[in-house]
T-cell receptor, first 116, second 115 residues
Framework: GAVVSQHPSRVICKSGTSVKIECRSLDFQATTMFWYRQFPKKSLMLMATSNEGSKATYEQGVEKDKFLINHASLTLSTLTVTSAHPEDSSFYIC????????????FGPGTRLTVL | AQSVTQPDIHITVSEGASLELRCNYSYGATPYLFWYVQSPGQGLQLLLKYFSGDTLVQGIKGFEAEFKRSQSSFNLRKPSVHWSDAAEYFCAVGPSVGGGNKLTFGTGTQLKVEL
């Protein structure tokens, strides 16, 4: 149980375009979803926290107009990288947690974004 | 503010040897502690977690970790490493109360296994 999927697993796009990444909890309802960014050989940097039906809470230094997060249902959150540029190239990982489950987060497999 | 330190960026061990990965945390109260493993290009897989109770925690793949409050440590151990254990390992800490379920990750330890 507690499986989280991400789609796509890999995406290449041109500079200036927007890219949407989906994060789904497949067998549970996620009260909270998290979006992380991971640079090569680096740790995970939390970008934002989203709760179903409410606006995401962004970490300091993360541009909310550039990284749009929508958490429309208890099983789906999306991250849209708007007007992507090469410096946005990274590995994006989502996770989901269940209320009352001792803060355990279940991670998706990640999405590799390459902006040309 | 909470923080996690993994002092070893890289560790190389021979297959069959024992392994210990260090993790120290800074937190104002008793935290929840986690160890995750990440293979190249993959997401994170939970190895084990500590919430309360027995300070020696058993996880998957033969891993264990011991919570030592006096040392603010949560070191990961395995008695005999397999070549398939080569990966990146992350220690993480989360609040036991409130905090919105946020996790703070260490910088990771890259494990290489020599055959």
């Amino acid at each position: 149980g507690a499986v989280v999927s991400q789609h796509p697993s890999r995406v290449i796009c041109k500079s200036g375009t927007s890219v949407k990444i989906e994060c789904r909890s497949l067998d549970f309802q996620a009260t909270t979803m998290f979006w992380y960014r991971q640079f090569p050989k680096k740790s995970l940097m939390l970008m934002a926290t989203s709760n179903e039906g409410s606006k995401a809470t962004y970490e300091q230094g993360v541009e909310k107009d550039k990284f749009l997060i929508n958490h429309a249902s208890l099983t789906l959150s999306t991250l849209t990288v708007t007007s992507a540029h090469p410096e946005d190239s990274s590995f994006y990982i989502c996770s989901a947690s269940i209320s009352g489950k001792n803060n355990e987060q279940f991670f998706g497999p990640g999405t590799r974004l390459t902006v040309l | 503010a909470q923080s996690v330190t993994q002092p070893d960026i890289h560790i190389t061990v021979s297959e069959g040897a024992s392994l210990e990965l260090r993790c120290n945390y800074s937190y104002g109260a008793t935290p929840y502690l986690f160890w995750y493993v990440q293979s190249p290009g993959q997401g994170l897989q939970l190895l084990l977690k500590y919430f309360s109770g027995d300070t020696l925690v058993q996880g998957i793949k033969g891993f264990e970790a011991e919570f030592k409050r006096s040392q603010s440590s949560f070191n990961l151990r395995k008695p005999s490493v397999h070549w398939s254990d080569a990966a990146e390992y992350f220690c993480a800490v989360g609040p036991s109360v409130g905090g919105g379920n946020k996790l703070t990750f260490g910088t990771g330890t890259q494990l290489k296994v020599e055959l």
